[in-house]
C-alpha cells in the first residue's frame, strides 16, 4: 500500500482529463468528483478508475467537450443531455438544474440520458446540502446483477443517494448500490485475493458462489437482500426504480441495453437510448417547515439514533455518513492508500501522457 | 379458512367506518383502501386491521371527521395536516393535491403529519397511474425495527411503493417493506404457528431468533439485508430515508416516537410531533418525455425482463407488481380467504356495531 496527498492526486487526475481535452473547470470538477470517493474510502470509485475513464474515451465513447443540453423542461423537472461527457462532469451540471428548479417551485428533479459513469453517487447528492436543500441522485450502470429468480444479468448496482441537512449535527448521507454489495468491493476482494460471502454473488447458471471473479466469468451480483426469503425481490424493486427513473425517463439505454464501463467491452449493437442515465433531485426543506425548524428535528432525530444501546460488540450506532466522515477525516491526515496495481496505473498513465506521477507522503 | 366476495367485505368495513362516525364518502375510501390490500394479497393490511381502527377509534386517536388542511405549501410541494384521520382518507387526499401539483409545475410531493396507518403503500402510490403520471408512497410506522447494530428499535416497517405506468404491459408497481420482511408477515406466521427464516429478527438482546413472537417479546425487526455482511446498513438507510421524508419534513413524529397502531399500547408522553407520517408525490411522465414514447419503453423494460432465462426451478422473471395481480385475478373470481381469528373479529364488531356481518361465499 502506497499513500499519496489527495491533493497530490487531485492535481494529478485534473492533468490527465485535461490532456484528453477537457477544458480546466471540467477537469478540475472531474477530478474533484473522483477525489471525494478516495477521501470517502469508497475506493473503487476514485482515482481506481482514471484510467477507465481514459479507455473509454480512447474508444471515442467519451466526448471530453460536451455540450450539455436541456431537452425539455417544466418548472420542476427538465431532462438533460449529457452529449457523451463524463458523468462526473454532466452529473453536478444536471443537479443545478435541480437546485434552480427548486428555488423557484419548491422541488427541481432532472432525468440525464447519453451519460457516462457519474462516480460516487454521495458526492453529487450532497451538492444541495449547502443551500438548505434535501439531494437525491442515482444512476443506472453496466448490467451485472440478476433479479431474483433470472439467470441473466439485467441491471446494474444502480445505486441511490438522499443527503439530508441537519443543525449542529453533520448531514445525514445515505449512498449505496442496490445490490448486497456494490461490484467495487468485489474489486477490492479481487486485488486482496479473498472471497466473498454467500448471498452476494451467483454462477451464471444461477447457483451460490463465493467467487468474487465470478462475475467475470458470466456470474452476477444479487439484489439487496440476496435471497427471495430475505427479500432480494425488494433490491430487485429498488434497482428496477433507479434503471426507470435513470433512463427511462431521460431516454438512456436501460438493464440489459446499459453500455459497459470497461472500454473492453462493446456496448450494444441495438441500443435503446443514448449513453447511460442518472436522476437527481433538490427539495428545499423550507418547501415543507422552516429550516431552522427542520434542522432542529433532524438534530434530535440523530441524537436519538446515536445514543442507542447497540448490541454485544459494537460501539455505536452509526448514522449514514458516519463511516464516510470518520475516513475523511482520517485520510486528509494519513493521506489516500492505493493498493499497487492502482499506483502503478497512475504510473502508466503519467507516461502516457508527459504529465509528473503523483507524489507518494 | 373462510371465503368472502370482496365487495362483502368491502360493504361491511363501510359499515363500520360509518359507525365510528365516518362521512359515507371517506368511509367508501377507507374501506377500498383495506379491499385493495385483500384482493391483492396482502392479508395483513386488509380487512384484517378493520377492529384495529376501530379500537384506536376507541382510544380517541383517530377523528372520524377530519378537517385535512395544507398548511404550508410551493408550487411542487405541500405538508397536509391529517386533522388525526384514519391514514386510509387522509392519503388519498394528499395524493390527489400532489396530482394537482403535479398537473401545474410537472411533480408534486406532499408531506403529511397528523395521520394514522394508512393501509398498504400501494394503493396511494397506484392512484397517479391512471393521469399517466408515477406515483410514490411512503410512511413511517410504530417502532418494531432495530437499525443495524442497534439493541433499541427505532424504526418501523416504513414502506415504499412506486407506481410506474406502461402501455399494453400492466404497470410496475413495487410496494414493500424497507425490512427483510413485512410486519404482517409475522402476524400472518404467528396465527399459523409457524416458525420464521432466520435474518428476520433479533431478540432484546440483539441474537438471532426465529420466534415470531419475538417482537412482542421485546424483540426487533431487521432492516433489509438481515446483517451487516448482508447490507442490513443499506435497510436501514432506506427505512431512515422514509421516516425523514414522512415526518421530519412533515412535522409528525419520528424514530421511536412514532404512536403504535396498537391502542393496548399509549403513544409517548413526549411527542416531538403530530401522529404518523407520511410522504407521496406524483410525477407527470409527460414532464420529461411523450407518454406515449415513455410507454413504449416502459413495455420494453417489461418485455425484456419478464423474457429473460430462470434459475432452475423458477418459472419466469416476475415484474414488481405481477403476483399482487395474479392474487387479485384469483380472489375476484374465488373470494377472499380469511383466517379464523379475522372472520371472528368481524363478526365481534358485527355485534357490537348491531351491523350485518358479511356474508361468505
Known sequence: MEY????????????????????????????????????RGIDSHGIARLIGYVRLWEKDRINPQPNITITHQTPSTAVVDGDQGLGLVVAPEAMQIAMQKANEVGTGWVAIRN???????????????????????????????????????????????VAIPAGSEPPFVADFATTTVANGKLEVLQRKNQSAPLGWIQTSEGAPSQNPKEVANGGAL??????????????????A????????????????????????????????????????????????????????????????????????????????????????????ERGIPLLPPVSDSLRQLAEKFEVEPPTRM
Chains 1, 2 share one sequence.
Not at 438548505?132 to 448496482?157: C, H, Q, W, Y
Not at 437482500?225 to 432480494?232: A, E, F
Not at 428545499?284 to 446515536?306: G, L, N, S
Open 241 to 332: 426504480w433507479v434503471d426507470i427513473f435513470s433512463a427511462v425517463l431521460s431516454g438512456a439505454n436501460y438493464g440489459p441495453w446499459v453500455p459497459p464501463f470497461v472500454a473492453f467491452l462493446e456496448p450494444s449493437a441495438n441500443p435503446v437510448g443514448d449513453g447511460i442515465g442518472h436522476f437527481v433531485g433538490a427539495m428545499r426543506t423550507d418547501a415543507f417547515r422552516p429550516v431552522e425548524e427542520f434542522k432542529q428535528h433532524m438534530d434530535q432525530w440523530i441524537t436519538a439514533f446515536r445514543e442507542a444501546n447497540t448490541v454485544d460488540g459494537q460501539e455505536k450506532v452509526l448514522i449514514p455518513g458516519d463511516p464516510e466522515r470518520e475516513q475523511e477525516a482520517l485520510r486528509k
Open 115 to 161: 451519460s457516462n459513469h457519474f462516480g460516487i453517487a454521495g458526492y453529487h447528492a450532497m451538492l444541495p446540502l449547502q443551500k438548505d436543500m434535501i439531494g437525491i441522485a442515482m444512476t443506472n450502470a453496466s448490467p451485472l446483477v440478476a433479479p431474483t429468480f433470472s439467470k441473466e444479468r439485467l441491471l446494474g448496482t444502480n445505486p441511490i443517494a
Open 222 to 239: 444479487l439484489p439487496l437482500g440476496g435471497d427471495k426469503d430475505h427479500g432480494s425481490h425488494k433490491g430487485y424493486c429498488l434497482g
Open 4 to 39: 499519496f496527498s489527495s491533493n497530490s492526486l487531485s492535481d494529478f487526475s485534473t492533468a490527465i482529463f485535461m490532456k484528453i481535452g477537457c477544458s480546466t473547470e471540467h477537469a478540475e470538477l472531474a477530478a474533484q468528483v473522483l477525489s471525494s470517493a478516495d477521501l
